[in-house]
């Protein structure tokens, strides 16, 4: 069964600093991963995506792959307030389209 | 681009009470999914369609949940007879590139009671 784990949190930062968000995937045709923001009430809204290897920066948000330790993660540089929500970790497989979901880690930024 | 729109955003049901949650995708996007989201499980996917076509139900909790949909632009989920165990919120997402990820409806909030 694949499986995504994320930490329930809560993770607590102040404002400016560096929000680390992590993710693992239990398997390793995993080939599309994504990261998905949630406010409390609201829906889930895609706020990146990555393919291979590395990183991939977005303005203040840069995911972060290692499909050989089989984890991506996600850093927010200069935390906000406004970016305290759950952020979900989304993985698919070679086989499927359909992504398989973490139960979501969720972020405090206080000020 | 109006999004991916849900109705009703509230729904309060009796037990045994037929319940149908609507979704209507983004224009030109050809799959569309059904989510359920609890603080005990997590989202979890109930049934997709692409092209119209529902291609896996295989999350359908059991035969009181049923969807459809009749058109590109239009789908239901219909549960009957509905139970307080289905209290949750019910998401429609609609994708046009499997790997560029979902744009997510504001969701139906549903309490059976």
């Known amino acids: 069964q694949k499986e995504v784990e994320q930490n329930s949190g809560p993770l607590s930062v102040p404002e400016g600093a560096i929000a680390s968000l992590n993710c693992t995937y239990s398997?390793?045709?995993?080939?599309?991963f994504f990261w998905y923001r949630q406010y409390s009430g609201k829906s889930p809204e895609l706020i990146m995506s990555?393919?291979?290897?590395g990183d991939k920066e977005d303005g203040r948000f840069t995911a972060q792959l290692n499909k050989a330790s089989q984890y991506v993660s996600l850093l927010i540089r200069d935390s906000q307030p406004s970016d305290s929500a759950t952020y979900l970790c989304?993985?698919?497989?070679?086989?499927?389209?359909?992504?398989?979901f973490g139960r979501g880690t969720s972020l405090i930024v206080h000020p | 681009d109006a999004g991916v729109i849900q109705s009703p955003r509230h729904e309060v049901t009796e037990m045994g009470q037929e319940v149908t949650l609507r979704c209507k995708p983004i224009?030109?996007?050809?799959?569309l999914f059904w989510y359920r989201q609890t603080m005990m499980r997590g989202l979890e996917l109930l049934i997709y369609?692409?092209?119209?076509?529902?291609?896996?139900d295989s999350g359908m909790p059991e035969d009181r949940f049923s969807a459809k949909m009749p058109n590109a632009s239009f789908s239901t989920l219909k549960i009957q007879p509905s139970e307080p165990r289905d209290s949750a919120v019910y998401f429609c997402?609609?994708?046009?590139?499997?790997?560029?990820?979902?744009?997510f409806g504001s969701g139906t909030r549903l309490t059976v009671v």
């Open positions: 997402a609609s994708s046009d590139q499997h790997n560029y990820g979902y744009t």
């Open positions: 398997d390793r045709g995993s080939q599309s």
């Open positions: 990555i393919y291979s290897n």
């Open positions: 989304a993985v698919t497989s070679g086989g499927s389209y359909i992504p398989t």
């Open positions: 224009s030109g996007h050809n799959s």
């Open positions: 369609f692409n092209n119209n076509v529902p291609i896996d």
